[in-house]
């Protein structure tokens, strides 16, 4: 399995453009969870999915945050308007579970976002 | 709410070495998951360890290997024969609580020195 797949790798956008994040999760998991990372917050859980169903939406920061997950294997995390306190590394993270069994959370390798 | 505190932000250790990388955390759960994810310059996150709170025996992978004090509620990690690549930060988790997330500790910068 390739992992969890982030694009883009980089991305650099100037004050008031929309930003869109894309994460393909593992196939077959069933939870998908967005973060961001930031030296003064560290990793924060903005959002997480269970069967492409939203589930907590409470670390979504404001209304300017949005995200979607219109199938098993496909999931955005949009900015609009963005702003330079956005700037961050933006991580999407998958994991199934079983009864009894939690399984680790596998992370894509994130997207640096700089907002300019 | 449950919280996971590292009091080590920055940790060194020479290379071929043994280093040891706290964590604690608070719960009023019985059963729960504490893990260790390891975050190079790559900034891509790893697992590097994974403990149950239900077994009484500390998870070992390799030279990482963790020490579990369930009442103390602090879990620890053992680095042994520290190598280059070990350079990273250090994120102590915790699942648990009927919660479906993973709580995250600071975490720890950890250098090896040649």
């Known amino acids: 399995d390739a992992g969890v797949i982030q694009s883009p790798r980089h991305e650099v956008t100037e004050m008031g453009q929309e930003v869109t994040l894309r994460c393909k999760p593992i196939s077959g998991h069933d939870y998908l969870f967005w973060y961001r990372q930031t030296m003064m917050r560290g990793l924060e859980l903005l959002i997480y999915f269970n069967n492409n169903v939203p589930i907590d939406d409470s670390g979504m920061p404001e209304d300017r945050f949005s995200a979607k997950m219109p199938n098993a294997s496909f999931s955005t995390l949009k900015i609009q308007p963005s702003e330079p306190r956005d700037s961050a590394v933006y991580f999407c993270a998958s994991s199934f579970r079983l009864a009894g069994y939690i399984d680790e959370q596998f992370f894509g390798p994130g997207t640096r976002l700089t907002v300019l | 709410a449950q919280t996971v505190t590292q009091s080590q932000p920055e940790m060194s250790v020479q290379e071929a070495e043994t280093v040891t990388l706290s964590c604690t955390y608070d719960?009023?759960?019985?059963?729960?998951?504490l893990f260790w994810y390891k975050q190079p310059p790559s900034r891509q996150m790893i697992l590097v360890i994974r403990?149950?709170?239900?077994?009484?025996q500390n998870a070992t992978e390799n030279r990482f290997s963790v020490n579990f004090q369930k009442a103390a509620k602090s879990f620890s990690l053992k680095i042994s024969d520290s190598q280059l690549g070990d350079a990273a930060m250090y994120f102590c988790?915790?699942?648990?609580?009927?919660?479906?997330?993973?709580?995250f500790g600071k975490g720890t910068k950890l250098t090896v020195n040649p």
């Open positions: 403990q149950e709170a239900y077994k009484q």
């Open positions: 988790a915790y699942f648990g609580g009927g919660s479906e997330k993973l709580v």
């Open positions: 719960t009023s759960e019985s059963d729960y998951y």
